[in-house]
């Protein structure tokens, strides 16, 4: 039973991961298809992040409506941001699918598990896991 509820508690750690991954690629996909600025905004304190579109189209945005908020512990209430390895957390895509700024956002567990994901400007992202 215990190596099975390891394996479950790094499970949901990649989940979390693959989740906020797939986000990025639908917010990029949506961003070409509108011409339309989109946002990933996370929130360090409270282990969420928020999607969000632009009012109008093309550039600059004149304000931001609001998607979807999106908490890490709807996959597991361990699964936390990690702070040391997240470097941005303002993500913004350009009507034709660019990210600006590329990042690295950072995940752990109570296992000490981590996960890292690495978004490039042309808005593709990279998953790596290092599990325990």
């Given at each position: 039973?215990?190596?099975?509820?390891q394996?479950?508690?790094?499970?949901?750690?990649?989940?979390?991961?693959?989740d906020?991954?797939?986000d990025?690629?639908?917010?990029?996909?949506?961003s070409i298809?509108?011409y339309?600025?989109?946002?990933?905004?996370?929130?360090l304190?409270?282990n969420?992040?928020?999607?969000q579109?632009?009012?109008n189209?093309?550039?600059?945005c004149n304000?931001?409506n609001?998607?979807?908020?999106?908490?890490?512990?709807?996959?597991?209430?361990?699964?936390?941001?990690?702070?040391?390895t997240?470097?941005?957390?303002?993500?913004?895509f350009?009507?034709?699918?660019?990210?600006?700024?590329a990042?690295?956002?950072?995940?752990?567990n109570?296992?000490?598990?981590?996960?890292?994901?690495?978004?490039n400007?042309?808005?593709r992202?990279?998953?790596q896991f290092?599990?325990?």
């Open positions: 039973y215990p190596s099975f509820q394996y479950a508690i790094n499970n949901n750690l990649k989940a979390a991961t693959r906020l991954a797939s990025f690629a639908n917010m990029k996909e949506r298809a509108e339309r600025m989109h946002r990933i905004t996370l929130n304190g409270t969420s992040y928020t999607l579109q632009c009012n189209q093309g550039a600059p304000g931001w609001q998607l979807f908020v999106k908490n890490l512990s709807a996959n597991a209430a361990d699964i936390r941001f990690d702070a040391g997240t470097n941005q957390v303002d993500f913004f350009q009507g034709r699918g660019t990210l600006t700024p990042g690295t956002i950072g995940f752990t109570s296992r000490n598990s981590t996960a890292r994901i690495t978004i400007i042309t808005g992202s990279s998953v290092n599990l325990q």
